[in-house]
């Protein structure tokens, strides 16, 4: 098992605590849909976003062997997940009610462009925007990739608005690889409290 995996797997871990049978999550970066499959294991709704038309397909192939109903954006949402192929900025225009979990694994598709990687700005306006619609005892999972330009610059700006959330409100648990390169995965936990 590699540090990567390991990381994804602590940032579930944690999730598994926050589980709403009868509610619904969000996947701000459906990737290759591991999270999104480990989402609709335990939720009755989930909303999933990406840009790359490549991520959700390969998304909608494990939901498939899984035997997990999908269907795309069309304001009808009738399946368990519904794909959203936009930017996670964008995501009060798509999710009704308020999430229990909102996750998101940064960086660029596994496999895919390295050069097409979440962007600092949308994803603090998300997670801002994510705060807002959170269910009160929700939490929302970040897993940062520091080790590239742009992950860099996410993470630091992540933090920082981790910092600066009114104590009142939030719960902001942080977990860094103290003895791995600074280039590891790190990992962010925010809890809405009221």
Known sequence: MNLLQNTTELALAICEKYIDNDGCAVDCTCGRGKDTLFLAKRFKKVYSFDIQEEALESARKLLEENKISWDNYSGGNSARVTFINDSH??????????????????????????????????????????????????????????????????????????????????????????????????????????
């Open 89 to 194: 900025v964008n995501m009060q225009n798509y999710v009704k009610g308020n999430p229990q979990l909102i996750v998101f694994n940064l960086g660029y598709l596994p496999g895919g462009d390295k050069n097409i990687t979440t962007l600092p700005s949308d994803t603090l306006e998300t997670i801002q925007n994510g705060l807002k619609i959170l269910k009160t005892g929700g939490l929302i999972s970040i897993v940062m990739y520091p080790g590239h330009e742009n992950g860099l610059k996410e993470h630091e700006e992540i933090i920082s608005l981790a910092k600066s959330l009114p104590k009142e409100k939030f719960h902001c648990v942080y977990a860094s690889m103290i003895n791995q390169s600074s280039a590891a995965p790190q990992i962010l936990w925010i809890t809405k409290k009221k």
